[in-house]
C-alpha cells in the first residue's frame, strides 16, 4: 500500500509502461512509425480505427524490436496489450477507436525518453503555427492524462474536474 497518490500513481505507470515493454520504445520510434503512416499533427483530432492503431502499435514494436538488443519483444503480445490498454483508457464507449492525440500522449508518456523530450515533444503536437498553446490544447492534453489516470483508478486525486483550474493556473503563472 502506498500512500501517497502521486506516488501510487507513478507505481502504477511504472508497472503498465514495463508490462507493455514501453520502457524500451525510444520516443524516436514512437513519432517515425505515425509519420510513416502520414499521421501528422494536423490529424491529431481525428480517430484511429482498431485495425489502423494495431499496424500502427505493431510497427512500433517491430520497429523497437529491431534497434535494441538488451530487450526481446513478443511483437504480437506488446501490440495486443498496448492496443487494449489504449482501447480500455480512451474507448470507453466501446466503439473501437481512440483519438489519435489520446494514443500518442498515453504512448509518449509511456515510453522510453528523457521528461524534457517528452515535453518538447507534446507542445510541438499540440502548439498552434505562432508556437504557442492554447487553453483548449492544454485541457486536451491535461483531459487524456487524466483518462489514464480513471483508468488506473486514481480519479479521485487526478480529477477531470480539476482540469479547468488547473488551466487557469497555468496561464495566470504565463503573464
Do not use: W
Not at 482501447?87 to 500518442?104: C, I, M, P, S, T
Not at 487524456?144 to 487526478?158: G, R, W
Amino acid at each position: 500500500n502506498i500512500k501517497y497518490a502521486a506516488y501510487r500513481t507513478a507505481a502504477k505507470l511504472n508497472i503498465v509502461q514495463k508490462t507493455l515493454s514501453l520502457d524500451h520504445v525510444q520516443l524516436s520510434t514512437i513519432a517515425g512509425v505515425f509519420h510513416r503512416h502520414h499521421i501528422q499533427v494536423t490529424e491529431n483530432s481525428l480517430a484511429l480505427e482498431y485495425a489502423e492503431l494495431e499496424a500502427i502499435l505493431n510497427d512500433i514494436f517491430f520497429a523497437a524490436s529491431k534497434e535494441t538488443t538488451q530487450h526481446h519483444f513478443q511483437v504480437d503480445v506488446c501490440t495486443e496489450l498496448t492496443l487494449h490498454f489504449l482501447l480500455g483508457v480512451f474507448d470507453r464507449q466501446e466503439r473501437k477507436r481512440v483519438q489519435v492525440l489520446g494514443a500518442k500522449i498515453a504512448l509518449v508518456c509511456l515510453c522510453a525518453a528523457k521528461l524534457q523530450d517528452k515535453y518538447q515533444y507534446l507542445f510541438t503536437q499540440l502548439a498552434d503555427h505562432n508556437n504557442c498553446l492554447s487553453r483548449r490544447k492544454l485541457h486536451a492534453l491535461l483531459d487524456s492524462m487524466v483518462a489514464v489516470t480513471d483508468y488506473l483508478s486514481e480519479s479521485l486525486a487526478f480529477s477531470a474536474d480539476l482540469i479547468p483550474a488547473t488551466v487557469d493556473s497555468c496561464f495566470q503563472q504565463s503573464h
